[in-house]
């Protein structure tokens, strides 16, 4: 079962300003480069659109976007995949984000009352109110990245579960949380969890890949924090190399493997190749 009504977590403005500061590019600088109107880029990072699909072309083509991703966004038609087949089943927890939304994640076998969490939302009461009825216990807790809307909720999780192991990326500063180094593999009933550690974003990041345990051909998941989005992918807060290097990693993923991101609607490794502006 898949609960999924998330908008895109960025527009056609954000996804150009994105790549325009990835590429040191002022709204002038690439105006010129693109043959488009400095303003009309301006407008467009205020969510102003008025592009023909010319300039749409022209700025996807300056800024080494993928046209069809960029032009899927400008038309407001970014396609979204029907998430099905997951020998498991996944809640989306979605906490409100300033204009978004923050995800969080339990996964669980549908027949069983625990699951094991990812991330912990933007808002403790917000965390409460969409927690699946069903999941009264935790067998772990996995955190992407220690910022506010990805870990608000901890406190209050570990009061309500007990005694339960969190696990996060390495140096970040999270409380009683165990560290976890690249390829780490962990069991928890029938899942295992394998870490990928991928700074970019932050400087302390990690996606988690979930499997069923003994099942190797079964579709997997893959949690992707603040790195990859359905239609687009992480501001490049502490390196945008590396960022762009992990991008690509994840994208060579099986592309049936579906992809829960910290924020926005969920979407498969398949689409975003065919899709996400940013391919590398
Ligand atoms: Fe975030």
Redesign the pocket.
Same mark, same amino acid.
């Given at each position: 079962m898949v609960i999924e009504h998330a908008p895109l977590e960025d527009e056609l403005g954000d996804v150009l300003e994105k790549a325009a500061r990835c590429a040191g590019l002022t709204e002038d600088a690439l105006g010129v480069l693109a043959g488009v109107a400095g303003d009309k880029i301006r407008d467009a990072f205020d969510y102003r659109y008025d592009f023909s699909a010319e300039e749409i072309r022209r700025l996807a083509t300056a800024l080494g976007l993928n046209e069809t991703g960029v032009s899927a966004l400008a038309t407001g038609h970014y396609p979204l995949p029907v998430i099905g087949g997951l020998p498991f089943c996944l809640y989306p927890l979605r906490t409100p +984000?300033g204009i978004g939304v923050?995800n969080a994640y339990v996964v669980a076998d549908c027949c069983a009352q625990r699951g094991i969490l990812f991330d912990t939302g933007a808002d403790t009461e917000a965390l409460r109110r969409v927690w699946p009825a069903g999941i009264k216990k935790l067998d772990a807790i996995f955190i992407t *990245?220690p910022?506010t809307? +990805?870990l608000a909720g901890l406190a209050d999780v570990q009061k309500r579960f007990g005694p339960v192991p969190v696990f996060g990326p390495v140096g970040a500063t999270i409380p009683d949380a165990v560290a976890l180094q690249e390829g780490t593999r962990m069991t928890f009933g029938v899942f295992e969890v394998e870490t990928l550690a991928t700074p970019g974003h932050a400087e302390s990041h990690n996606c988690y890949v979930v499997r069923v345990a003994g099942v190797p051909s079964s579709r997997t998941l893959l949690v992707s #924090?603040?790195i990859l989005f359905a239609g687009s992918i #992480?501001g490049a807060y502490f390196c945008s190399e590396r960022l762009k290097k992990h991008v690509k990693r994840l994208l060579e993923l099986p592309p049936e493997t579906a992809v829960a991101p910290? *924020?926005g609607p969920l979407t498969t490794i398949a689409n975003e190749r065919t899709y996400n502006p940013f391919l590398f």
């Open positions: +984000h923050a *990245h910022e809307e +990805h #924090g603040d #992480g910290g *924020h």
